[in-house]
């Protein structure tokens, strides 16, 4: 059974930095894509990082560049997502994702094979 299992999450003030951190489980780790996406209320969700197999190709969206670093640990099976910088429009449930195809370096949503169930940051102004 896979799991991805985001923790990390929490209320902060802007300005404050957080740490995501994806614990996988039941599935070849480093065989994976991965990245991590974003739901804000009454928004779609939101490509927000994303990594390749082996941790040297990395891609994020406009809003997050220069203040978020994806990373990975395929000893540990960790995906890493370091937060600087927060802002209010950052407030969003984060979720970890696993994919087989590349295609979520490009921010492609629909070939993800695996979700997370979410982490809440809140961040306030």
């Known amino acids: 059974q896979v799991q991805l299992v985001e923790s990390g999450g929490g209320l902060v003030q802007a300005g404050a930095s957080l740490r995501l951190s994806c614990a996988a489980s039941?599935?070849?780790?480093?065989?994976?894509?991965m990245g991590w996406f974003r739901q804000a209320p009454g928004k779609e969700r939101e490509f927000v990082a994303g990594?390749?197999?082996?941790?040297?190709?990395?891609n994020y969206g406009d809003s997050v560049k220069g203040r978020f670093t994806i990373s990975r640990d395929n000893a540990k099976n960790m995906l890493l997502l370091q937060m600087s910088g927060l802002k209010p429009e950052d407030t969003a449930v984060y979720y970890c994702?696993?994919?087989?195809?590349?295609?979520?370096?490009?921010?492609?949503?629909?070939?993800?094979?695996?979700w997370g169930q979410g982490t809440q940051v809140t961040v306030s102004s």
């Open positions: 994702a696993a994919d087989s195809d590349a295609s979520i370096l490009g921010a492609g949503i629909g070939t993800v094979d695996y």
């Open positions: 039941g599935l070849p780790f480093s065989s994976y894509y």
């Open positions: 990594i390749n197999r082996i941790g040297v190709i990395r």
